[in-house]
């Protein structure tokens, strides 16, 4: 939340940076425990006839996937031979491939309802930038492959909104800089949202949909900004001086974005966290050691963060740890390159 903004954020005192020892190897719960109510066999109650059953409080366990919504990943990863886009679940488990693309298929987003990934094809690897790229969208069971509407140039950095109506995403297209659109899903209507001149890139929406925060090069400084859902109101967020900040996602609350950030272009990155608490300033930096992390997102319930990590070439995989950077664990099988990481929120229900 910005200075000109009246609400205040709350406090970061869960995005403290922490670590666990190093002697510790972190076992991941399998679940979270909520409360039901259970009914028993039989339950007399005054005033109700023999043999009636009445609803008792007695709580039993119900079981929850560790970090809410549906328990999967998806990722692109270079498991097949060439990248595709995959799910699995939060063990690693269930590795299934969702598209089969010859030019390779990378960046998955999902729509609020989990039922559909948006994702950008070609893709070649991890890359800033992709030239040719198109946007297509998904059935998570791999089926209804559907492009969306192309204009020469490229479109990469889809970004779902969470009323599932829109896609704001990066274009190269008319200028060949890198500038934020967005495209309406009932009519197929583009619209840009940066101003002429701007280079803009890397899209995240607010959870409340009328935000969205973006990486801009505005002011010089490779920072991250925050504009108004129609492009209005553009203003700087980070204060990086020197560091390169990319990659935005917002907490739960909408009161903290998680970014990347680099000392140097091809340093290694790292995590850091902002937000304005009554109305200054405060960034906080994950310090995990030389563990290069990146890209990462958080999970439905706020409390788990996805992200790409890697201990040496040319093997890069999916970790999740807390949201203070305790208990990194890794939860992708080390089959080479992997990357973009993505929580599935909760079905919803047709």
């Known amino acids: 939340m910005l200075p000109s903004q009246t609400a205040a954020a709350n406090s970061l005192a869960a995005f403290t940076p922490g670590m666990a020892p190093a002697s510790y190897t972190p076992a991941l719960a399998t679940h979270v425990p909520t ?7 039989s339950t007399a109650i005054a005033g109700l006839p023999a043999g009636a059953v009445a609803a008792s409080l007695t709580p039993f366990v119900t079981a929850t996937p560790v970090g809410g919504g549906s328990g999967q990943i998806s990722f692109a990863g270079e498991i097949s ?3 595709q886009v995959w799910l699995m679940d939060l063990d690693g488990s269930n590795l299934k491939q969702l598209t089969n693309l010859a030019e390779g298929a990378c960046q998955p987003d999902w729509s609020p309802d989990g039922a559909r990934l948006v994702f ?9 930038s992709y030239p040719g790229a198109g946007l297509f969208i998904i059935n998570v069971d791999g089926t209804n492959l559907t492009p969306l509407p192309n204009v020469p140039g490229g479109d990469y950095d889809p970004a779902w909104s969470p009323d599932g109506n829109f896609i704001a995403f990066t274009s190269l297209r008319t200028s060949g800089r890198p500038r934020l659109y967005l495209i309406n899903l009932v009519d197929l209507s583009v619209e840009r949202l940066s101003q002429p001149y701007a280079i803009d890139m890397q899209p995240a929406w607010s959870p409340d949909g009328m935000r969205i925060a973006f990486v801009s090069r505005q002011e010089g400084p490779t920072d991250i900004w925050v504009m108004d859902r129609d492009g209005g109101d553009q203003q700087r967020y980070t204060q990086g001086g020197a560091m390169i900040n990319s990659h935005p996602a917002w907490s739960q609350d909408g009161n903290v974005l998680l970014f990347t950030q680099q000392e140097s272009p091809g340093g290694v990155p790292s995590l850091a966290a902002a937000s304005y608490n009554e109305g200054v300033y405060h960034e906080y930096r994950f310090e995990l050691g030389p563990i290069p992390l990146r890209e990462a997102k958080y ?3 706020g409390l788990w ?3 790409e990590s890697w ?5 890069h995989d999916i970790y999740i740890m807390s949201s203070s950077g305790a208990s990194r664990t890794q939860i992708s099988t080390p ?3 992997e990357f ?3 929580w599935r929120p909760a079905a919803t229900p047709k």
């Open 35 to 41: 409360l039901a109510t259970s009914r028993p066999a």
């Open 81 to 83: 031979g060439t990248i």
């Open 120 to 128: 950008t094809s070609p893709c070649k690897g991890n890359k800033e």
């Open 299 to 301: 999970s439905p319930d």
């Open 305 to 307: 963060l996805v992200v």
């Open 311 to 315: 201990t040496g070439y040319p093997n």
């Open 335 to 337: 089959l080479g390159l």
């Open 340 to 342: 973009d990481p993505c």
